[in-house]
């Protein structure tokens, strides 16, 4: 049984934490050979969080804190997986497994989710239903494929692969994040500096040019209107920018909106390149591991179809997946959806032929990892530049028309 308790340690500080023991006693004894003084202790619950907010706002803040927590969180299952593939190798019961894996979890959030999914285990749950209650942090694939080693009692080789795919994700992911920090931080600079010159500077000189009373240039006019306006209707462009946000993040998620928003990001200049190949990628890699994990094929594609994470890709899987069922060849089929470069298409054609498609996928996905590596680097190097220029273009604008009435006064006074 899971037990949440509060505690003070011997330094008299309050702990919060969970225990795993057959019985409350036997978890105050735990407790106490850990040098715990109980206060508090209850049998643990899984509770809504959602649900514990007053009012509709409540609920609304409440369900935004737990979904940002959760997809912190998520980024602990690779070290999850790698720990449980390491006991489960060596041996040991699922259920004694996770209670281990439970005391070492640093992230709260992410520790309740696997004390609930112990919990389930213990009622006596297949691992894979224990992580169906979690899928916004175990996605659709880990589920599917933990559910094949628990079929064909390979599981911790299963976890094992998981753990790698995990592993790598993070690992890209944190590459991309990376790579577009800096550019980020010269566009926040940029905003920044742009805003303090208009509600701070600009007025002040403003004052200064219209007490003199004379006619001023139009790129001067044009700045003090648009200072005047920052610095007045301030909160206009807050509503603005907050309303705009609100409508696009609803209007995604209506299928027109999704449907609208996914082909933005296939045709945008510059980011469509890197994403299509990331979709490349998604469905290689995962194709991949689940052939080679002796998953159906058509089932295969159902679960890939919902990774890639794009209407435009889903719906040509779902044809390709279409025209398998009928009697057509992977290479075939792929080849008439049209979102794979003709490159794969020469691979996969040749991985099918000689009945090794499962590992010519993996090896497709290898290809673009660093395909996609290079990518991000080269795309930096190029918005760098352009971020730039645009800086010196707006600052110097505004710098200009700032001092050209006063050049045209040292005109007029010589």
Same mark, same amino acid.
Do not use: C
């Given at each position: 049984?899971?037990?949440?308790?509060?505690?003070?340690?011997?330094?008299?500080?309050?702990?919060?934490?969970?225990?795993?023991?057959?019985?409350?006693?036997?978890?105050?004894?735990?407790?106490?050979?850990?040098?715990?003084?109980?206060?508090?202790?209850?049998?643990?619950?899984?509770?809504?969080?959602?649900?514990?907010?007053?009012?509709?706002?409540?609920?609304?803040?409440?369900?935004?804190?737990?979904?940002?927590?959760?997809?912190?969180?998520?980024?602990?299952?690779?070290?999850?997986?790698?720990?449980?593939?390491?006991?489960?190798?060596?041996?040991?019961?699922?259920?004694?497994?996770?209670?281990?894996?439970?005391?070492?979890?640093?992230?709260?959030?992410?520790?309740?989710?696997?004390?609930?999914?112990?919990?389930?285990?213990?009622?006596?749950?297949?691992?894979?239903?224990?992580?169906?209650?979690?899928?916004?942090?175990?996605?659709?694939?880990?589920?599917?494929?933990?559910?094949?080693?628990?079929?064909?009692?390979?599981?911790?080789?299963?976890?094992?692969?998981?753990?790698?795919?995990?592993?790598?994700?993070?690992?890209?992911?944190?590459?991309?994040?990376?790579?577009?920090?800096?550019?980020?931080? +010269?566009?926040?600079?940029?905003?920044?500096?742009?805003?303090?010159?208009?509600?701070?500077?600009?007025?002040?000189?403003?004052?200064?040019?219209?007490?003199?009373?004379?006619?001023?240039?139009?790129?001067?006019?044009?700045?003090?209107?648009? $200072?005047?306006?920052?610095?007045?209707?301030?909160?206009?462009?807050?509503?603005?920018?907050?309303?705009?946000?609100?409508?696009?993040?609803?209007?995604?998620?209506?299928?027109?909106?999704?449907?609208?928003?996914?082909?933005?990001?296939?045709?945008?200049?510059?980011? $469509?390149?890197?994403?299509?190949?990331?979709?490349?990628?998604?469905?290689?890699?995962?194709?991949?591991?689940?052939?080679?994990?002796?998953?159906?094929?058509?089932?295969?594609?159902?679960?890939?179809?919902?990774?890639?994470?794009?209407?435009?890709?889903?719906?040509?899987?779902?044809?390709?997946?279409?025209?398998?069922?009928?009697?057509?060849?992977?290479?075939?089929?792929?080849?008439?959806?049209?979102?794979?470069?003709?490159?794969?298409?020469? +691979?996969?054609?040749?991985?099918?032929?000689?009945?090794?498609?499962?590992?010519?996928?993996?090896?497709?996905?290898?290809?673009?990892?660093?395909?996609?590596?290079?990518?991000?680097?080269?795309?930096?190097?190029?918005?760098?530049?352009?971020?730039?220029?645009?800086?010196?273009?707006?600052?110097?604008?505004?710098?200009?028309?700032?001092?050209?009435?006063?050049?045209?006064?040292?005109?007029?006074?010589?």
């Amino acid at each position: 049984m899971i037990f949440e308790y509060q505690a003070l340690n011997k330094k008299g500080d309050t702990v919060y934490d969970f225990v795993d023991a057959p019985t409350d006693v036997a978890a105050r004894q735990k407790l106490r050979g850990q040098g715990l003084y109980v206060v508090k202790l209850t049998k643990h619950e899984v509770h809504d969080r959602a649900s514990s907010g007053s009012g509709i706002f409540g609920k609304m803040y409440a369900d935004a804190l737990n979904f940002i927590a959760l997809k912190i969180s998520s980024k602990q299952v690779g070290i999850f997986s790698r720990q449980l593939a390491t006991l489960l190798r060596a041996g040991m019961p699922l259920p004694v497994a996770i209670a281990d894996i439970i005391e070492q979890i640093e992230n709260q959030n992410f520790k309740k989710v696997v004390v609930d999914i112990r919990e389930k285990l213990e009622e006596g749950s297949s691992l894979s239903n224990a992580l169906t209650r979690h899928r916004v942090i175990f996605s659709e694939m880990y589920i599917s494929m933990v559910r094949v080693g628990e079929n064909l009692g390979s599981l911790d080789q299963v976890i094992e692969r998981l753990a790698d795919l995990e592993e790598k994700k993070n690992i890209l992911k944190s590459k991309i994040q990376a790579a577009l920090w800096y550019p980020s931080f +010269m566009i926040f600079f940029a905003i920044a500096v742009v805003v303090f010159l208009m509600v701070n500077i600009i007025p002040s000189l403003s004052r200064m040019f219209i007490d003199l009373g004379r006619e001023l240039p139009l790129p001067t006019k044009i700045v003090m209107g648009i $200072s005047g306006f920052f610095s007045t209707f301030w909160w206009v462009l807050i509503i603005l920018f907050v309303g705009t946000f609100y409508y696009l993040n609803h209007y995604i998620k209506t299928p027109e909106g999704r449907r609208k928003f996914d082909e933005f990001k296939l045709d945008f200049p510059l980011v $469509s390149k890197l994403y299509r190949k990331l979709i490349v990628l998604r469905f290689t890699q995962n194709l991949g591991i689940l052939l080679n994990n002796k998953v159906d094929i058509i089932k295969s594609f159902e679960i890939v179809k919902k990774i890639v994470m794009n209407v435009i890709i889903e719906e040509r899987i779902e044809d390709a997946s279409k025209r398998i069922k009928e009697g057509s060849s992977v290479s075939n089929a792929l080849s008439k959806s049209g979102f794979l470069p003709k490159l794969v298409m020469g +691979m996969i054609t040749a991985g099918e032929a000689s009945d090794n498609l499962d590992t010519m996928l993996l090896n497709i996905g290898k290809v673009y990892e660093t395909e996609i590596d290079l990518t991000v680097t080269s795309l930096t190097n190029l918005i760098e530049p352009f971020i730039i220029i645009f800086m010196g273009i707006v600052i110097g604008s505004i710098v200009i028309s700032v001092l050209l009435p006063i050049f045209e006064m040292n005109l007029i006074m010589q």
